[in-house]
Each structure stands twice: as C-alpha cells, then as structure tokens.
C-alpha cells in the first residue's frame, strides 16, 4: 500500500530542497522525522511537515502504522517562479526570478 502527501507551491529553491530530500530517502519514517529536526535548514522545516502530512494520512485513512512506513520516493519538482527586476548599474534592471517548488513524499508499508 502507497501513501502519499504533496505541497505545492513552496517558496524555496528546487536545488536547495533537493539536498535535504537526498538525505532522507529510502529510510524509515519516523528516523527520517528525527532527521530533518537537527538540520537548520528553512527546506528541512517543509519537507518535515509534508512527511508528517503523509504519515497521518497513512494512519488515518489506510489504518496503516506509522513505525512501519519507508520512505520510497521523495520528490522536488519545480512549481512556477516569481519574475522579479533588481536595480543594476546606471539606471538598468536586472531582471532574477524566486523559484517554488512542488514537495511529494510517497510511503509505503512493504507489504
């Protein structure tokens, strides 16, 4: 059974999701929850809080337990980004763009 969460949206760097995210795949979910508490990180904070969004809805709606939930796939995909202009030299703009992105966590029992 595979259990799913996804937010959407996140106003945090693909690249620097994807670096907390290596960390945790393929381990268990709840050492992946104590994981992600002792990296300082702002991605860490939101891939944590997706990961317990999955737990839950494996616990509440599959009546799964959530000691025996592994982490089979974590994905950062790249939500819309934000244009934005910065003033350069002599009077230009220098046009830079605030990257979202799309957390998906997947767990399953192994069953």
């Not at 996804?6 to 690249?15: D, E, F, G």
């Not at 317990?52 to 819309?80: F, M």
């Not at 244009?83 to 992105?101: I, L, M, V, Y």
């Amino acid at each position: 059974m595979e259990v799913q969460a996804l937010t959407k949206y996140v106003r945090v760097s693909p690249k620097k999701a994807r670096e907390v995210i290596r960390e945790i795949q393929g381990r268990r979910a709840a050492e992946a929850e104590q994981l992600l508490k002792f990296i300082p990180r702002k991605s860490a904070r939101l891939v944590a809080k997706t990961l317990h969004s999955a737990i839950a809805n494996a616990e509440n709606n599959n009546n799964l337990s959530g000691e025996d939930l592994i982490i089979t796939k974590a994905v950062i995909e790249e939500g819309p980004s934000l244009k934005r202009f910065r003033a350069g030299a002599r009077g230009s703009a220098k046009p830079f763009k605030k990257r979202t992105s799309h957390i998906r966590i997947i767990l399953s029992d192994n069953k």
